[in-house]
């Protein structure tokens, strides 16, 4: 079988979205399935094309005419258009933003080929998230609007988690072509963690210290300003108490200017963004992650890839109780959750859970074995194959199909 997947970016540039796809593509080639990559005008990145990255070869749709979201859309299907002349692929696979679903609906239909559908989260709340959108605004309605059109146009939609199918199900998307594709953790590269680094704990003057640590964008939605708001009465109660926030983002300079501010500023440790391949070193200094994240529509709907890293570092996860949070921790069990948008609240569970280190052994083993048993990434590519092998046995549909 082979798929061919639409994507809004990809390697070699890194982020959340990008090491998802190489995860997913990965454990489909494990299943003996072949796959073509094409990402649309929104990867920005210089380089040959197609490109090869990781292993994975990836066509570009090349520049968009300048026109904002029409352009995209159109330079997206021709290329896409071309490409399934070229490749003659099984199924098109969109992965969200919307955009990439608008284009592969046309090109689906022409080549009367099954579309895929994959939703990592609605683009209206993203935009709300990263602050450059307003819930309820005219723009969010239509975006609304247009994510509700492409799912049922879709043949199969997926998404990463039962907030977001639940939201689908709400808006009359049809049950039976809604599946769950979740996040997950390569045990393999997250599986084996570091023991501490002392060299890099000395130089960030962490030696003997109570670690609080955020590896990860600096987002709005992320709520590090309340992270930072309760470090006060963090120190207060645990005098040894340090804040390790290792990362960058649209709210860096702001978060900065608040550590500064703050009477326990020299508790306040920033390192910038680092080589993914040093991630594994700062994890070695922190002892419990925190995930302050705020309340919204986003937070609440979609869920994080964090947590499960961490988990599977054998770190104690502390995060506040956002509906895509309690899809993945329990409260007590496999870490702590906490009232969200409340600092005092989130600097009580820190202090009560660095109180409590002789549970902590056994918190780390329930977390680690949650990950190793549900949440790989073989156990959710597997969600793929009854989708693809119904799609693919069909008989074609009819190009002018409604």
Same mark, same amino acid.
């Given at each position: 079988?082979?798929?061919?997947?639409?994507?809004?970016?990809?390697?070699?540039?890194?982020?959340?979205?990008?090491?998802?796809?190489?995860?997913?593509?990965?454990?489909?080639?494990?299943?003996?399935?072949?796959?073509?990559?094409?990402?649309?005008?929104?990867?920005?990145?210089?380089?040959?094309?197609?490109?090869?990255?990781?292993?994975?070869?990836?066509?570009?749709?090349?520049?968009?005419?300048?026109?904002?979201?029409?352009?995209?859309?159109?330079?997206?299907?021709?290329?896409?258009?071309?490409?399934?002349a070229e490749t003659?692929?099984?199924?098109?696979?969109?992965?969200?933003?919307?955009?990439t679903a608008l284009a592969a609906s046309g090109v689906a239909r022409k080549h009367r080929l099954p579309l895929v559908y994959e939703i990592r989260a609605f683009w209206e709340d993203a935009a709300v998230?990263?602050?450059? =959108?307003?819930?309820?605004?005219?723009?969010?309605? %239509?975006?609304? *609007?247009?994510?509700?059109? &492409?799912? $049922?146009?879709?043949?199969?939609?997926?998404?990463?988690?039962?907030g977001l199918l639940g939201d689908l199900r709400a808006r009359g998307i049809d049950p039976a072509k809604l599946f769950a594709v979740p996040n997950a953790v390569d045990l393999d590269q997250f599986g084996s963690p570091l023991p501490r680094d002392s060299g890099l704990s000395a130089q960030l003057g962490l030696d003997g210290a109570d670690v609080v640590g955020f590896i990860g964008s600096y987002y709005d939605y992320e709520g590090l300003d309340d992270l930072i708001a309760a470090m006060p009465a963090l120190v207060a109660a645990r005098p040894a108490a340090h804040l390790l926030l290792v990362g =960058?983002?649209?709210?860096?300079?702001?978060?900065? %200017?608040?550590? *500064?501010?703050?009477?326990? &500023?020299? $508790?306040?440790?920033?390192?910038?963004?680092?080589?993914?391949s040093d991630v594994d070193r700062y994890y070695s200094l922190i002892d419990a992650l925190a995930y302050p994240r705020k309340h919204m529509r986003l937070t609440d709907l979609v869920t994080p890839l964090k947590p499960l890293e961490a988990m599977a570092q054998e770190k104690l996860v502390v995060a506040s109780d956002v509906g895509g949070h309690r899809?993945?921790?329990?409260?007590?069990?496999?870490?702590?959750?906490?009232?969200?948008?409340?600092?005092?609240?989130?600097?009580?569970?820190?202090?009560?859970?660095f109180a409590e280190r002789a549970t902590w052994p056994e918190r780390r083993a329930r977390a680690k074995r949650f990950v190793a048993q549900?949440?790989?990434?073989?156990?959710?590519?597997?969600?793929?194959?009854?989708?693809?092998?119904?799609?693919?046995?069909?008989?074609?549909?009819?190009?002018?199909?409604?």
């Amino acid at each position: 079988m082979r798929i061919l997947h639409l994507l809004d970016h990809s390697l070699p540039l890194h982020s959340g979205y990008t090491f998802r796809t190489r995860a997913l593509l990965r454990g489909q080639h494990k299943l003996g399935w072949e796959t073509v990559h094409l990402t649309t005008p929104r990867h920005v990145r210089d380089g040959p094309n197609p490109e090869t990255a990781d292993g994975l070869v990836f066509h570009r749709t090349g520049d968009s005419g300048g026109l904002p979201i029409v352009g995209e859309v159109r330079a997206t299907a021709r290329a896409l258009d071309r490409l399934v002349a070229e490749t003659q692929p099984d199924i098109i696979h969109a992965h969200s933003p919307v955009l990439t679903a608008l284009a592969a609906s046309g090109v689906a239909r022409k080549h009367r080929l099954p579309l895929v559908y994959e939703i990592r989260a609605f683009w209206e709340d993203a935009a709300v998230g990263n602050g450059t =959108g307003t819930e309820g605004s005219i723009r969010y309605r %239509a975006t609304r *609007a247009i994510e509700t059109w &492409a799912c $049922r146009r879709a043949d199969a939609v997926g998404a990463i988690c039962e907030g977001l199918l639940g939201d689908l199900r709400a808006r009359g998307i049809d049950p039976a072509k809604l599946f769950a594709v979740p996040n997950a953790v390569d045990l393999d590269q997250f599986g084996s963690p570091l023991p501490r680094d002392s060299g890099l704990s000395a130089q960030l003057g962490l030696d003997g210290a109570d670690v609080v640590g955020f590896i990860g964008s600096y987002y709005d939605y992320e709520g590090l300003d309340d992270l930072i708001a309760a470090m006060p009465a963090l120190v207060a109660a645990r005098p040894a108490a340090h804040l390790l926030l290792v990362g =960058g983002g649209p709210m860096e300079a702001a978060l900065k %200017a608040q550590a *500064a501010a703050s009477p326990v &500023a020299d $508790r306040i440790h920033f390192v910038g963004r680092v080589p993914h391949s040093d991630v594994d070193r700062y994890y070695s200094l922190i002892d419990a992650l925190a995930y302050p994240r705020k309340h919204m529509r986003l937070t609440d709907l979609v869920t994080p890839l964090k947590p499960l890293e961490a988990m599977a570092q054998e770190k104690l996860v502390v995060a506040s109780d956002v509906g895509g949070h309690r899809e993945l921790i329990e409260d007590g069990v496999t870490g702590t959750l906490f009232r969200a948008d409340d600092p005092a609240a989130l600097a009580a569970a820190l202090s009560d859970l660095f109180a409590e280190r002789a549970t902590w052994p056994e918190r780390r083993a329930r977390a680690k074995r949650f990950v190793a048993q549900e949440r790989t990434w073989d156990r959710s590519v597997a969600a793929y194959v009854p989708v693809y092998e119904r799609l693919a046995a069909r008989a074609p549909r009819a190009a002018d199909q409604g």
